[in-house]
């Protein structure tokens, strides 16, 4: 999904990822935000940009971890719709940390595509 906020990173956002509560810690967030990443490295992008909640640490540490550092612009608040099974739709607010990488050619540390949009 592309998104943009004013100050915000022009390219490939990763939005919407989670990994259902008996699942985490098995390396599953991992394996989806890698292939985000190969994707948009794969399209020719250097950055990929993601959100998370300031409420989220485990996931906050995740992304630091993969290597994601803050965009530095502050918090970011919005919100996202929850659509249930019955067909109501509920809606959330949420504030967020923003983070950025810079993406190489390889996990080898290669430099960035030098034709990244």
């Known amino acids: 999904m592309w998104s943009w906020w004013p100050g ?19 390396g599953i967030g991992t394996t989806i935000i890698t292939a985000a990443e190969g994707l948009a490295r794969q399209l020719g992008h250097e950055k990929l940009a993601l959100g998370v909640g300031i409420d989220n640490p485990r996931a906050h540490r995740l992304y630091l971890r993969l290597g994601y550092t803050d965009w530095g612009h502050g918090t970011v608040a919005t919100s996202y719709a929850s659509y249930l099974p019955d067909g109501t739709v509920r809606r959330f607010a949420e504030t967020l940390h923003v983070l950025t990488k810079t993406l190489t050619h390889a996990s080898d540390g290669a430099e960035p595509n030098p034709r990244a949009h």
């Open 8 to 26: 915000s990173v022009a390219g490939p956002w990763a939005t919407c990822t989670e990994v259902h509560p008996e699942h985490r810690g098995r």
